[in-house]
């Protein structure tokens, strides 16, 4: 049976987690040239999620029923399968290529 984790694994994690967080901290407030990239490149990700929340919100509707297919069938319009095909068959007379050596 596995034995449960021991104090020593969990403050070890705790640790590590503290020792990352105080070194993340640490070079945010440093006055560096990556971290100002970074600062740039984070700002830009969160700038560019928020658009696209608001932009699906106000048009989310528009682009759902523009490529929503009307009608019944597997997709909308669409036949549950073409009547003249099977599975994977070929067409009638088609031979069936092979690999030779």
Not at 18 to 31: G, Q, Y
Not at 44 to 54: G, P
Request: aromatic share 14%; net charge negative.
């Amino acid at each position: 049976m596995e034995e449960p984790w021991d104090f020593e694994f969990l403050s070890r994690i705790a640790d590590s987690c503290l020792s990352f967080l105080s070194e993340f901290v640490d070079d945010w407030l440093a006055n560096d040239m990556r971290v100002s990239i970074f600062k740039i490149l984070l700002s830009w990700l969160i700038f560019s999620l928020v658009a696209i929340h608001f932009a699906w919100k106000v048009y989310g509707n528009t682009v759902n029923d523009m490529y929503y297919r009307q009608g019944t069938g597997q997709n909308g319009g669409t036949p549950d399968t073409a009547p003249h095909l099977s599975g994977w068959e070929s067409k009638a007379g088609d031979t069936l290529k092979t690999h030779r050596d």
